[in-house]
């Protein structure tokens, strides 16, 4: 069994920074893809970045490529999604998921197994 336990979230204004967390808890993890997806208020659960298991520089959502990165710390069990000059449209809840894959299948949430409850970020302008 996976766990996945998100931090990080909270109210911030426009063009801050924050860096959000997920903390796996299971064995493997680290062999895992690990991603972060959003969901914004009346819209669709949306990709925003995957990191395979070597780490390296992940694949990241069109929509916010420039201004988010993704990295992992396998000793840890963490995955980090660092998120810079934040707009009002990234407000969202977001959640870390986990694919028991080692290569990346895309940025589609029926390939992730597993999934946090979800962190909160509120963007003020």
């Known amino acids: 069994q996976v766990q996945l336990v998100e931090s990080g979230g909270g109210l911030v204004q426009a063009g801050d920074s924050l860096t959000l967390s997920c903390t796996a808890s299971g064995r493997a993890v680290s062999m895992y893809v690990m991603a972060w997806f959003r969901q914004r208020p009346g819209k669709e659960r949306e990709f925003v970045a995957a990191i395979t298991s070597g780490g390296g520089p992940g694949i990241v959502g069109d929509s916010v490529k420039g201004r988010f990165t993704i990295s992992r710390d396998n000793a840890k069990n963490t995955v980090y999604l660092q998120v810079n000059t934040l707009k009002p449209e990234d407000a969202a809840v977001y959640y870390c998921?986990?694919?028991?894959?080692?290569?990346?299948?895309?940025?589609?949430?029926?390939?992730?197994?597993?999934w946090g409850q979800g962190t909160q970020v509120t963007v003020s302008s």
């Open positions: 998921a986990a694919d028991p894959n080692w290569y990346f299948r895309g940025g589609y949430s029926q390939y992730y197994d597993y």
